[in-house]
């Protein structure tokens, strides 16, 4: 069984949250939002669905957080 990784992350320009790519055990990928929690990150939020690949799954983020949008045009 593959270890779960996070391939990419995408930082808000304030340093507030942060998306990261993921591959998950199964092989497949999805994307989570994590929020700072004082100096640190607190938890990762929920699967935000299942891709077949790293890009897929980053195109997905990139077209649902608007502030993601902002980063890529």
Do not use: N
Not at 11 to 24: A, D, N, S, Y
Not at 27 to 34: A, C, L, S
Not at 55 to 65: K, Y
Request: proline share 4%; charged share 30%.
């Amino acid at each position: 069984m593959e270890r779960e990784a996070i391939v990419a992350e995408f930082v808000h320009p304030e340093g507030t949250t942060k998306v990261l790519i993921v591959r998950r055990t199964d092989g497949r990928f999805t994307y989570r939002r994590q929020h700072r929690d004082g100096p640190d990150w607190g938890p990762q939020t929920i699967d935000a669905g299942v891709y077949d690949s790293s890009l897929t799954a980053e195109s997905e983020a990139r077209q649902r957080i608007e502030w993601m949008q902002a980063l890529f045009h």
